[in-house]
C-alpha cells in the first residue's frame, strides 16, 4: 500500500492568515492526489483532484501544487468556515489517506 | 443534484453479518464506480471497497478481504455492502462514495451522510 503522510497533524492560525498542510507519498503517486475537507459531524468534501484541479463551486483561496511524492494544500486569506480537518488522498493505487490535518483558529 | 443515502446500520454483536444499502440519484449510476470508506470514532478516513461501474470488477482492502461483499444492482441505482464474521475493529460510520470516474483510479466527488455500524457484545 501506498502510505501518506500529512503534516502537521493540527494547526493553529488566525483569520486572513495563509496556512499550509503537506503530504508526502511513500512512492511516487504521479499526481494522483485529492485534498477532502471535513467539518464536524459532515461527510468529506472533495475541495482538489489531480493535485491542482480546483473542484466545482471551491473557493479559489484554496489550491494545491505538488508532483511526484510531495504535495500541498494552500489556503489564502483563512475565512471562519474553513475550520475542519483536511485529508488527503492517493488515487494511483488502492486509494489510501492521510492522518489528517485538524485546522481551529487561534 | 446527487444524493447518497446510506442504511442498514446498527449495532451488532461480533462474528455476525449486517448488510449496508447506498441509494442513489440525480446522476446516472451506471457510468461511475462506487466506494465504501469508513471512519473510526475520532479517527481518519479509511477506504474499504470499491466496484467499478459495470459492476464487473471489485477491489477491497487487505483486513476486510473474504468478509466483506460489495454489489450494485445498476437497475435500482443502489450499491450494497455485504459485511460478514464482523469484528470490534469494523465499528465506524461507513460512507458510501462516487468515484470520479467508471474505475478505481480516481477520487471520491460525491459521499452520502453515513451511517454508524457498531460491533459489540
Not at chain 1, 500541498?72 to 490535518?101: H, M, R
Not at chain 2, 462514495?97 to 478505481?104: C, K, L, M, S, V
Request: charged letters at 20%; hydrophobic letters at 30%; aromatic letters at 12%.
Amino acid at each position: 500500500d501506498i502510505r501518506m503522510t500529512q503534516s502537521p497533524a493540527s494547526l493553529s492560525a488566525s483569520l486572513g492568515e495563509t496556512v499550509n498542510i503537506e503530504c508526502l507519498a511513500s512512492e511516487d503517486i504521479y499526481s494522483d492526489l485529492a485534498w477532502y475537507q471535513q467539518k464536524p459531524g459532515k461527510s468529506p468534501q472533495l475541495l482538489i483532484y489531480n493535485a491542482n484541479s480546483l473542484q466545482n463551486g471551491v473557493p479559489s483561496r484554496f489550491s494545491g501544487s505538488g508532483s511526484g511524492t510531495q504535495y500541498s494544500l494552500k489556503i489564502n486569506s483563512l475565512q471562519s468556515e474553513d475550520v475542519a480537518t483536511y485529508f488527503c488522498q492517493q488515487y494511483n493505487n488502492y486509494p489510501t489517506f492521510g492522518a489528517g490535518t485538524k485546522l481551529e483558529l487561534k | 443534484e446527487v444524493q447518497l443515502v446510506e442504511s442498514g446500520g446498527g449495532l451488532v454483536q461480533p462474528g455476525r453479518s449486517l448488510k449496508l444499502s447506498c441509494a442513489a440519484s440525480g446522476f446516472t449510476f451506471s457510468d461511475y464506480a462506487m466506494a465504501w470508506v469508513r471512519q473510526a470514532p475520532k479517527k481518519g478516513l479509511e477506504w474499504v471497497a470499491t466496484i467499478i461501474y459495470d459492476g464487473s470488477s471489485t477491489y477491497y482492502r487487505d483486513s476486510v478481504k473474504g468478509r466483506f461483499t460489495i454489489s450494485r444492482d445498476n437497475a435500482k441505482s443502489t450499491l450494497y455492502l455485504q459485511m460478514d464474521s464482523l469484528r470490534s475493529e469494523d465499528t465506524a460510520t461507513y460512507y458510501c462514495a462516487r468515484h470520479d470516474y467508471p474505475g478505481i483510479t480516481s477520487g471520491f466527488d460525491y459521499w452520502g451522510q453515513g451511517v454508524m455500524v457498531t460491533v459489540s457484545s
